[in-house]
């Protein structure tokens, strides 16, 4: 016979949740504009250094050159990062853009170059998430969880910090785009700079392996050298507590699930 207590087994699980998301104070709205470039040793864009040597070569050969347009340049050898959050949804968007060039077999005595763009739009509420393809205009559904869930990234952090090796890494507190941030100089010289003005809704600003702002871990700045090349992440746009624009978070409403 089953024991009546089998029955209550979930419960805790379930209850930890209610009285967690009861107690904590509603996380603000908050929206971070990122762009990440991969750089040379010199600090060029090595994208657009790919770019430009493509067309001197083409020049080189006497081929009529069809090149990217201003606006385009801009873009090239960037990736583009936003998140949004909200007390009901979280959002990011995250796009890149390359170049592609088509020769002579296809456009006789041209080099043509075209902008690549790919990217995705992640959309998560409780219990439900969906992953729109920006270049392929394509929606998924990913597998629903416990709408109660949603909110456990936000808990309040200790007052008294986290316990975490800092050894041979410097902190130095100030503020960026008028918000407390502490930045780290690793040995290696690599730097971040993380929002320390987030506990209250489970935002740490110890130093972090993301590369991008994320629920837990804002991540403002971030220069990260590899062998060859470094990783440099720039914040170009940082609010709390301003009503976010979704418009560029949009779905279009031809791909949008059928209520």
Not at 183 to 190: A, G, Y
Not at 196 to 205: D, H, I, L, T, V
Request: charged residues 25%.
């Amino acid at each position: 016979m089953r024991s009546p207590f089998s029955m209550l087994r979930g419960w805790p699980v379930v209850l930890l949740l209610f009285f967690a998301c009861q107690q904590q104070k509603e996380v603000p709205d908050i929206y971070v504009d990122q762009v990440l470039e991969t750089l040379n040793e010199e600090g060029g864009n090595m994208i657009k250094e790919q770019y430009v040597n493509a067309v001197e070569i083409c020049e080189s050969s006497d081929k009529k050159v069809r090149g990217l347009s201003e606006a385009d340049m801009d873009k090239l050898g960037t990736r583009r990062y936003q998140l949004a959050i909200t007390p009901e949804k979280i959002v990011i968007r995250q796009e890149s853009w390359g170049f592609r060039m088509t020769g002579h077999h296809v456009n006789p005595g041209e080099c043509r170059f075209v902008l690549v763009h790919q990217g995705d739009l992640t959309i998560k509420i409780p219990g439900r998430t969906m992953v729109y393809d920006l270049k392929e205009n394509t929606l998924t559904e990913e597998e629903q969880g416990i709408p109660e869930a949603f909110d456990l990234p936000f808990q309040a952090l200790s007052e008294t910090g986290e316990e975490q090796d800092t050894s041979g890494v410097h902190s130095v507190r100030r503020e960026f785009m008028g918000q407390p941030v502490v930045q780290w100089v690793h040995n290696e010289n690599n730097i971040e700079t993380l929002w320390a003005g987030g506990r209250e809704w489970g935002f740490s600003e110890m130093p972090s392996e993301n590369m991008f702002a994320v629920p837990g871990k804002m991540v403002l700045q971030k220069e990260q050298k590899k062998e060859g090349y470094v990783l440099k992440l720039n914040t170009r746009t940082f609010t709390v507590g301003i009503p976010v624009d979704f418009g560029t978070f949009a779905i279009p409403a031809e791909v949008l699930p059928v209520p």
